[in-house]
């Protein structure tokens, strides 16, 4: 059952700051080609996420900018030293499974396991309390009516694992589309990425969608956010700052051009959206919400 979207404090005569979030995975462990790239092919592949995260905490410092930053457990395992980095400057460390299982594919016992296996290895290489959780590729949907609970049993503070969209591989179009408590009997807030209402239809604004679409879209998501009271919330992965990725040549062509349009253009877009909004953690966003 939903229940109603959280109120933030809008006492402040400040615009509102935006969570801004970041999902660490590398390049071949993406949706596109999860039926292309054999799982057991991975540690083959070249990895390109320490250098790709560097990129990206190099544009937050020059904006100023503290952000969330979603880590497969797989990467940080193999990464400590780029956790510790993420931390060391002053962004948050939040979980985004242990190695890009759609939760949707899991069952409750195997979503918990996902669930330990993941923050262990980040709290072991960074140091610090994960409380925050992202599904990958928001697959928390209608089919998961227990994702909530789990997380809420493992003590996470909130979810950002809806997409409020109609989509191919996710969405979960009837949800909230700001804040949320998925439970009467506890805290854990559900916090859906930004979604942008135009001629009704509800249109998805970050990661592929920002790279292919106006930027202006995406301002509007952000827009229509606080004409409601809410803060926004954006997404976007380290392999897409990254033009010199290797070219999986063999992948479908709608997969090849989901993930490789317009990469040489995502560095300046985002360094033009930190700009135009303020934009903090996700966790401080979350706490932020009045109860």
Request: hydrophobic share 45%; no cysteine.
């Amino acid at each position: 059952m939903f229940h109603a979207a959280i109120p933030v404090d809008t006492a402040t005569a400040l615009p509102i700051v935006n969570a801004m979030s970041v999902d660490v995975e590398e390049w071949f462990q993406v949706g596109a080609f999860e039926h292309t790239i054999d799982r057991a092919d991975w540690a083959t592949l070249e990895s390109r996420v320490a250098d790709n995260t560097a990129r990206v905490l190099d544009l937050f410092a020059a904006a100023r900018v503290r952000a969330t930053f979603f880590t497969l457990g797989w990467v940080a395992a193999r990464q400590p030293a780029l956790i510790r980095r993420i931390v060391a400057g002053g962004h948050e460390l939040a979980s985004h499974g242990w190695d890009h299982r759609r939760v949707f594919t899991l069952g409750p016992d195997a979503f918990r396991t996902d669930l330990a296996q993941a923050r262990a290895a980040l709290e072991d290489a960074g140091g610090v309390r994960v409380t925050g959780y992202r599904a990958p590729s928001f697959s928390i949907d209608a089919r998961t009516p227990w994702a909530h609970d789990v997380l809420a049993e493992a003590g996470y503070a909130y979810s950002s694992s809806v997409a409020p969209v109609r989509h191919d591989h996710y969405g979960w179009r009837h949800a909230p589309r700001f804040a949320w408590r998925p439970r009467h009997d506890s805290a854990l807030v559900e916090l859906p990425v930004s979604v942008a209402r135009v001629a009704g239809r509800q249109v998805a604004t970050g990661g592929g969608f920002f790279r292919l679409l106006p930027a202006g879209l995406t301002d509007l998501a952000l827009r229509q956010a606080h004409a409601a009271g809410q803060p926004g919330v954006f997404y976007f992965h380290p392999w897409e700052v990254d033009p010199g990725q290797p070219r999986v040549r063999h992948a479908p062509l709608r997969s090849r051009l989901r993930h490789y349009s317009r990469i040489e253009a995502m560095a300046p877009k985002l360094a033009g959206l930190l700009a135009r909004h303020r934009w903090g953690r996700t966790d401080a966003i979350v706490a932020g919400l009045a109860p």
